[in-house]
């Protein structure tokens, strides 16, 4: 069994996706995107940044390991009429079924960062995208003191420890380790810009609620949700959680929650 398949297919990442649809569109905005550019999102979920990508004209394809995500992201594109937005199942570290150079730009946010086998991942991104192209991912910064980091490191402490041999996702967070992967996949190191920005979670509900979609769809939570519980410490991690989730809140409204999130936005040019 794909153990990356199984944990985005356990839940329904859509509940969770919901809650960041407008930093989705603000980063497709921010992007330079114009009418008929060929566009990859690898890791794409259910379309967050895919379809405002395609509706700022560009040709996209979502690749994701999760069978559930893609069927949810043709529905998406077919509910708005962007006939040229389409999803298939791919694994990042393995796009065989995609044309060397075939891209303009390759877009990856908190996506491709999960799969096993980062340097596989780095050198097939840049195999598919044009001389001259981009590739841009979005990755949780290890040991930031910002949301996700803080949720992601609270929740593998009571989950079971890692296979041998197993990469951290947030490694990707890490500037040195990903100027390495792409300086092996054989960018120069000029042509590597990394920067820090921030995402907004923003839902319309108090951050309890949030952090119940969290517990209840989002598959690395709900996997320390269950071994807490056979361990007796469900209410320790639902109570260190709940911390995160509202000491990190910046509404003032009580009825609503907007989380900022600090990531490492990585910019690549294919030489």
């Given at each position: 069994?794909?153990?990356?398949?199984?944990?985005?297919?356990?839940?329904?990442?859509?509940?969770?996706?919901?809650?960041?649809?407008?930093?989705?569109?603000?980063?497709?905005?921010?992007?330079?995107?114009?009418?008929?550019?060929?566009?990859?999102?690898?890791?794409?979920?259910?379309?967050?940044?895919?379809?405002?990508?395609?509706?700022?004209?560009?040709?996209?394809?979502?690749?994701?390991?999760?069978?559930?995500?893609?069927?949810?992201?043709?529905?998406?594109?077919?509910?708005?009429?962007?006939?040229?937005?389409?999803?298939?199942?791919?694994?990042?570290?393995?796009?065989?079924?995609?044309?060397?150079?075939?891209?303009?730009?390759?877009?990856?946010?908190?996506?491709?960062?999960?799969?096993?086998?980062?340097?596989?991942?780095?050198?097939?991104?840049?195999?598919?995208?044009?001389?001259?192209?981009?590739?841009?991912?979005?990755?949780?910064?290890?040991?930031?003191?910002?949301?996700?980091?803080?949720v992601l490191k609270i929740s593998s402490a009571y989950s079971p420890p890692p296979p041998e041999g197993f990469i951290s996702p947030m490694t990707w967070g890490n500037e040195a380790i990903v100027r390495d992967r792409?300086?092996?996949?054989?960018?120069?190191?000029?042509?590597?810009?990394?920067?820090?920005?921030?995402?907004?979670?923003?839902?319309?509900?108090?951050?309890?609620?949030?952090l119940d979609v969290f517990r209840d769809f989002y598959g690395p939570t709900m996997n320390a949700f269950a071994a807490a519980q056979a361990n007796g410490r469900a209410d320790d991690l639902q109570r260190e959680l709940?911390?995160?989730?509202?000491?990190?809140?910046?509404?003032?409204?009580?009825?609503?929650?907007?989380?900022?999130?600090?990531?490492?936005?990585?910019?690549?040019?294919?030489?």
């Amino acid at each position: 069994m794909n153990q990356n398949k199984a944990l985005w297919e356990k839940g329904d990442f859509t509940r969770v996706a919901a809650s960041m649809r407008e930093s989705g569109e603000a980063l497709a905005n921010s992007l330079g995107i114009a009418s008929g550019l060929k566009i990859l999102d690898l890791g794409c979920g259910d379309g967050t940044t895919a379809l405002p990508m395609a509706r700022l004209g560009a040709d996209v394809l979502g690749v994701d390991i999760a069978s559930n995500l893609v069927v949810a992201g043709n529905r998406r594109a077919h509910e708005a009429n962007l006939t040229n937005c389409r999803f298939q199942e791919g694994d990042a570290s393995d796009l065989h079924e995609l044309p060397d150079e075939s891209f303009d730009l390759v877009v990856s946010i908190f996506g491709a960062m999960f799969a096993p086998n980062p340097a596989d991942v780095a050198r097939e991104m840049v195999r598919v995208t044009r001389p001259g192209g981009r590739i841009v991912m979005g990755n949780w910064i290890p040991n930031d003191p910002t949301f996700v980091a803080q949720v992601l490191k609270i929740s593998s402490a009571y989950s079971p420890p890692p296979p041998e041999g197993f990469i951290s996702p947030m490694t990707w967070g890490n500037e040195a380790i990903v100027r390495d992967r792409f300086g092996a996949a054989g960018i120069v190191p000029d042509n590597v810009n990394c920067t820090r920005d921030t995402w907004f979670f923003n839902f319309p509900a108090p951050p309890a609620q949030l952090l119940d979609v969290f517990r209840d769809f989002y598959g690395p939570t709900m996997n320390a949700f269950a071994a807490a519980q056979a361990n007796g410490r469900a209410d320790d991690l639902q109570r260190e959680l709940g911390e995160v989730f509202e000491t990190e809140n910046r509404s003032d409204n009580s009825a609503f929650t907007s989380i900022p999130a600090t990531f490492l936005r990585v910019t690549v040019t294919r030489n």
